[in-house]
T-cell receptor, first 114, second 112 residues
Framework: DAMVIQNPRYQVTQFGKPVTLSCSQTLNHNVMYWYQQKSSQAPKLLFHYYDKDFNNEADTPDNFQSRRPNTSFCFLDIRSPGLGDAAMYLC?????????????FGPGTRLTVT | GESVGLHLPTLSVQEGDNSIINCAYSNSASDYFIWYKQESGKGPQFIIDIRSNMDKRQGQRVTVLLNKTVKHLSLQIAATQPGDSAVYFCAENINQGGKLIFGQGTELSVKP
């Protein structure tokens, strides 16, 4: 089945230690998104790639970076995690920008910062 | 800033009853309004959307109503089942662009 895969499902990192979360998709969708979701809150968009074009949200901290080496993979890098970065990180895709209302989400990676 | 929000954080219904989940929005420029369902331990899942020039759209067991006069969106689930237990988010999509802005969720609990 075509899907969005996130690895790992659970990640523990130390305060200030760089961490990378990964996402892959078999849907061949043009757009990939990264969201941060804290407990009992709505997902908050960090940035998205339309093909290779990176689009950052204005309020996304510089501590968060992303890479998309090819259509299938996208990475979220947190350069110096703080305690406030503990959250669920969701990757999503959409077929194209004009279909952004219908996004396909992965199961998420739950990040713990110790 | 502009936002999409929900009236009720939790909703408990009896299995077989109909459920109504509400959402208030503030951005009149949205092209589409969408409902997502998020089950525990999973990512959100698209349920149904409605274009801003419509006031009602029906899917399988679900109906979305849009009242632009009072900027209100609702999701009706008919014959609610235990599998409907989840957090439901409304979201808006502006200018058919790629971005979604999510509102605060409502947790739906279905009692057997």
């Amino acid at each position: 089945d075509a899907m969005v895969i996130q690895n790992p499902r659970y990640q523990v990192t130390q305060f200030g230690k760089p961490v990378t979360l990964s996402c892959s998709q078999t849907l061949n969708h043009n757009v990939m998104y990264w969201y941060q979701q804290k407990s009992s809150q709505a997902p908050k968009l960090l940035f998205h790639y339309y093909d290779k074009d990176f689009n950052n949200e204005a309020d996304t901290p510089d501590n968060f970076q992303s890479r998309r080496p090819n259509t299938s993979f996208c990475f979220l890098d947190i350069r110096s995690p703080g305690l406030g970065d503990a959250a669920m990180y969701l990757c999503a895709t959409s077929r194209d920008r004009d279909r952004g209302r219908e996004q396909y989400f992965g199961p998420g990676t739950r990040l713990t910062v110790t | 800033g502009e936002s999409v929000g929900l009236h009720l954080p939790t909703l408990s219904v009896q299995e077989g009853d109909n459920s109504i989940i509400n959402c208030a929005y503030s951005n009149s420029a949205s092209d589409y309004f969408i409902w997502y369902k998020q089950e525990s331990g999973k990512g959100p899942q698209f349920i149904i959307d409605i274009r801003s020039n419509m006031d009602k759209r029906q899917g399988q067991r679900v109906t979305v109503l849009l009242n632009k006069t009072v900027k209100h969106l609702s999701l009706q689930i008919a014959a609610t089942q235990p599998g409907d237990s989840a957090v439901y988010f409304c979201a808006e999509n502006i200018n058919q662009g790629g971005k979604l802005i999510f509102g605060q969720g409502t947790e739906l609990s279905v009692k057997p």
